[in-house]
């Protein structure tokens, strides 16, 4: 069973940058590149929505309009760990982030949390204005 845990989280002013990571473990021959990684955020009151994601194999990306030009996602096959490089942090971007995995290819795009079947427990972020 696979096993992700999401490091990197805190507080950061309004403007700032915070890079998330996570990291997942499993069984013998285990590879995280296997699998559809995204990023997905919860916000108090609100829905989890689908942030950022990263296909398996080659590597296709895809953001949430408001992570545009601001959020990057990338992966490292030898760590086995994902990050999410947060730039120009906004106070609507306070959440608890979760990373998730979906061994279906095709659910890099436009990823929805239905489409994936392991989490890791979340990271607070928090944006102040």
């Known amino acids: 069973q696979m096993r992700l845990v999401e490091s990197g989280g805190g507080l950061v002013q309004a403007g700032g940058s915070l890079t998330l990571s996570c990291t997942g473990s499993?069984?013998?021959?285990?590879?995280?590149?296997?699998?559809?990684v995204a990023w997905f955020r919860q916000a108090p009151g609100k829905g989890r929505e689908g942030v950022s994601s990263?296909?398996?194999?080659?590597?296709?990306?895809w953001y949430e309009d408001s992570a545009k030009g601001r959020f990057t996602i990338s992966r490292d096959k030898s760590k086995n760990t994902v990050y999410l490089k947060m730039n120009d942090l906004k106070p609507e971007d306070t959440a608890i982030y979760y990373c998730?995995?979906?061994?279906?290819?095709?659910?890099?795009?436009?990823?929805?949390?239905?489409?994936?079947?392991?989490w890791g427990q979340g990271t607070q972020v928090t944006v102040s204005s």
């Open positions: 998730a995995a979906s061994y279906y290819s095709g659910s890099y795009y436009y990823p929805t949390a239905n489409q994936f079947s392991d």
């Open positions: 990263i296909s398996d194999g080659d590597g296709k990306t």
């Open positions: 499993g069984g013998s021959g285990f590879s995280l590149g296997d699998w559809v």
